[in-house]
């Protein structure tokens, strides 16, 4: 218990209970935060986090259960009236329009000003002071298209203090952020607290908990398992809790299943930038290899080009140059129809955006790849050929689902990234590319991902990973190559890497060795 | 990110979402119940196979519009792509423009089997057109099929030089005024091709892609999906059920005419989204266009029957347009709050 005695929380949520046709989403959890505290909120996919936060926010009014604010019983039927008591919630996705400038955004539907005209002068003023507060170093002025991630997540962080805010929820703001960006939200946090400003800080990755944070709290299927100081816990502390058992979570790998022989090789491949999209990344010279059996890390920051040079040797986006081959010989890579034709998978980064059809079923988001296995007479879509592949794939996987025609939004993340997998597993692909394989998904799922890369290395399958997390890059990988501002910058075996020694490659990007 | 609630669908029946499935089937027999009540004559079956008659035209181009909107498309051509395709099959019947109005045997054309081919001929050409344009110049089906709207017409009104072209032979109408075993030919025609094209788009690795397009065409593109074949391939199908339309709607009335299919987008479009097709993509079916189309035949033919006035039909199609879309919104946002 975290009750020191004497001053109130500045946040109490009693008893909250929320339910959904069948399913008991919160069974009475107790939630409480102190004044200009960092609260790490955490629990796996579906343990209720979401909908805690909703209520908080006033999205969702509670079956049961009473909300103290600063001493006052409060019941928020609305984000503005939260808002207005001094919660803000900055969600994963912006709530920001991109073609306002920073100044609207921060102050839209509060411009200062008369009953009809906006002081342009006063609203850019006092952005700019918050600009300044928080080191955002743009123009009041600058359109919010033009911003990059971090910006526009400062942007957010600008209207909250603009709204007097006492608490701010800040739901997974580091999964889209790089190492530096992350530091520097960090920083800001540090100042909020100093000004006596409460934050929640949901994240999926724990090591931010220790660096951040001063006490958690965790659910688990709905029902409120710990909380603490963070300073008296550790990591296993807090996984066990999460997962309510040990998991032997990123153990190194012993074998390797690297056969030698060359699955994929890309051979300089550049792509530079079109006039129509300035914002895209350059590759310069991309060289590697990758052989049958190996699993090779792409490791860099946000900005490096390792999703750009997933994409390129998918066909996802043209390359201007440069050569690919699969299994020694050169292939014509114009179309991800083109690399799937040659053996080549991608499970894309977003898995909601680039890979699933969430109002579809689950068995024609599987087996859409690979619909000659499902065929018959060419035409055709053999239900019973189809029932088997999903079965096959759910066994293998074990995919948590009621049925093959349960659609697949409904799936918690972790499933969803399984139903993904499946998919090009069904193809039985010789390279796989996968592209933050973990993200956004509960530790438990995460742990079966990797057992299942390994698993499909064993077969044969040369396998990619990029992802953001170094200890996952490092655990899985047998070669790791580093990559920035669009160049290999260094290569290491997986047994070496550090992530002091990865974080220099990427960081200080010597040129690759020709 | 973390949803507790995701899982509502697993288990429990929810019976909002079952309902919502089957409203336009319920919602069609509660207004026929309504109809017979108030009118007896509606549910005679000389009635009953009249409405079916009425609403078969715009019933085949629903089915085409079916596929068209399951990609999150649309088509306001239809209307005029028929109204040409309709003139072109007249003009082959006829053996060309000179005996436009001359009625009976003496006339040289060239049979019905031609002049079906010319009309489905000119409904894929146009498909094509416009199914090319929405895919390699980018520009969005809404334009292009509204500028494909005025082109056809124009085509279509140049073609006819502004007169109708009237009198078929008898092997020629009958598709149009046919009955086998008392059941019009047209309401038979409708029915096998919806009952195709249910088959196609549920039971085919081609259906399978057309869902995939309108539920996420990145997605879709990334699975190897030929995410632009997919989309061009909807407007050429549409196109041939405006063909078919147009060959059967001028061999029902034994007359083309520049000015026919006009307003049918809106109806067309109507039933397909009161049979609970989504303007966003992804989700639809066949039965439920058929079903749409039926409401909407039923509504006119009761709204005929009491004796209301045309105009204000017009009215009550519009409204319930809107309302069918609203309730979609609606469910939609209740499947993602539940």
């Known amino acids: 218990m975290v009750e020191t005695g004497q001053t109130p929380p500045l946040l109490r949520m009693r008893g909250i209970s929320k339910s959904f046709p069948g399913v008991r989403a919160l069974d009475s959890v107790d939630f409480e935060v102190s004044a200009a505290e960092i609260h790490a909120f955490l629990g796996e996919n579906g343990a209720g986090k979401s909908t805690l936060l909703k209520i908080l926010s006033g999205a969702q009014p509670p079956d049961e259960g009473s909300i103290e604010f600063d001493g006052r019983s409060v019941r928020f039927v609305s984000p503005q009236e939260a808002q207005a008591a001094g919660i803000v919630t900055i969600y994963q996705e912006f709530t920001l329009a991109p073609d306002m400038t920073v100044a609207e955004n921060v102050f839209i539907g509060r411009e200062p000003g008369g009953r009809v005209f906006i002081s342009y002068r006063d609203l850019e003023e006092q952005t700019a002071a918050l600009c300044r507060r928080i080191g955002l170093e743009r123009s009041p002025r600058a359109l919010v298209r033009d911003l990059s991630v971090a910006e526009q997540q400062m942007v957010e962080i600008a209207r909250a203090l603009s709204m007097k805010s006492r608490l701010i929820v800040m739901d997974e703001p580091t999964s889209a952020l790089s190492r530096a960006e992350v530091e520097n939200l960090f920083a800001i946090i540090r100042n909020l607290k100093r000004d006596g400003i409460a934050t929640i800080f949901v994240t999926h990755r724990l090591e931010e908990v220790f660096e951040i944070c001063d006490s958690y709290t965790v659910l688990r299927d709905g029902r409120h398992v710990g909380r603490g100081k963070v300073a008296e816990t550790d990591m296993d502390g807090i996984i066990r809790l999460m997962v309510g058992r040990d998991v032997g979570l990123l153990a190194a790998r012993e074998e390797s299943f690297n056969t030698g022989e060359p699955a994929l090789e890309a051979r300089n491949v550049s792509r530079r930038r079109k006039s129509t999209d300035s914002s895209a990344i350059e590759l310069h010279d991309v060289s590697f290899r990758v052989n049958r059996g190996e699993i090779l890390g792409l490791a860099g920051l946000v900005g490096a080009g390792r999703t750009e040079t997933a994409r390129a040797l998918f066909g996802a986006d043209i390359f201007d140059s440069g050569v690919i081959a699969v299994g020694g010989r050169e292939i014509r890579v114009r179309s991800p129809r083109d690399a799937i034709a040659s053996g080549i998978g991608l499970v894309p980064e977003d898995r909601k955006q680039q890979a699933l059809f969430l109002a579809l079923a689950i068995r024609t988001n599987l087996s859409i790849a690979a619909q000659d296995r499902i065929s018959s007479m060419g035409v055709f879509i053999s239900a019973a050929k189809e029932d088997a592949l999903v079965e096959e794939y759910r066994r293998r996987l074990n995919i948590r689902m009621a049925s093959p025609d349960q659609i697949v939004g409904n799936l918690s993340g972790g499933n969803q990234q399984k139903v993904v997998l499946a998919r090009w597993l069904a193809l039985r692909p010789q390279v796989l590319i996968v592209d933050e394989p973990t993200r956004g998904i509960d530790v438990g799922a995460k742990f079966e991902v990797h057992n299942l890369l390994v698993e499909m290395a064993r077969s044969g399958i040369a396998i990619i990973v990029i992802s953001s997390e170094l200890p996952e890059v490092m655990a899985l990988s047998d070669r790791i190559i580093t990559m920035r501002e669009g160049r290999i910058t260094g290569e290491i075996m997986g047994r070496d890497a550090t992530q002091e020694k990865l974080m220099r490659l990427m960081t200080l990007g010597q040129p690759q060795a020709a | 990110m973390s949803d507790g609630k995701a899982r509502s669908t697993d288990t ?327």
């Not at chain 2, 078969?56 to 088509?75: E, R």
């Not at chain 2, 009309?119 to 094509?128: D, M, P, Q, S």
């Not at chain 2, 006009?262 to 639809?284: D, H, K, N, Q, W």
């Open chain 2, 12 to 338: 429990g029946f929810d019976a909002f979402s079952f309902l919502a499935r089957f409203a336009p089937l319920i919602f069609l027999l509660l207004l026929m119940l309504v109809f017979a009540i108030m009118e007896p004559r509606f549910l005679s079956s000389i009635n009953l196979f009249n409405v079916m008659r009425q609403v078969s035209i715009t019933g085949l181009l629903a089915i085409g519009m079916t596929f068209v909107i399951l990609t999150a498309g649309i088509d306001l051509s239809i209307g005029s792509l028929l109204a040409f395709a309709g003139l072109v099959a007249a003009a082959v019947a006829k053996g060309g423009m000179q005996d436009r109005f001359t009625v009976g045997d003496e006339t040289i054309g060239y049979g019905w089997q031609l002049a079906a081919l010319a009309a489905i001929a000119v409904g894929l050409l146009g498909g094509l057109l416009q199914g090319v344009a929405i895919t390699r110049l980018k520009v969005p089906a809404f334009v292009v099929t509204l500028g494909g709207m005025s082109v056809f017409r124009g085509a279509a009104l140049l073609f006819a030089a502004g007169g109708p072209i009237s009198g078929f032979q008898p092997d020629y109408t009958w598709w149009g005024q046919g009955r086998i075993f008392s059941v019009p030919v047209p309401v038979i025609i409708f029915l096998v091709l919806a009952v195709i094209a249910h088959v196609v788009l549920r039971y085919t690795r081609y259906g399978r892609q057309v869902y995939a397009v309108g539920g996420n065409p990145e997605a879709a593109r990334l699975a190897g999906v030929n995410v632009n074949s997919v989309i061009a391939s909807v407007y050429i199908i549409m196109g041939f059920f405006a063909g078919l339309g147009a060959f059967v709607l001028s061999a029902r009335l034994n007359s083309a005419e520049a000015v026919a299919g006009t307003g049918y987008e809106l109806t067309v479009i109507a039933s397909v989204v009161i049979g609970g097709t989504s303007l966003f993509g992804g989700s639809g079916s066949i039965f439920g266009t058929v079903i749409g189309t039926l409401l909407i035949g039923v509504l006119l033919n009761g709204l005929v029957l009491m004796n209301v006035n045309s105009y204000v039909q017009q009215i009550i199609i519009g409204v319930i347009i809107v309302l069918a879309v609203a309730f979609d919104t609606f469910a939609k946002s209740r499947r993602k709050r539940a």
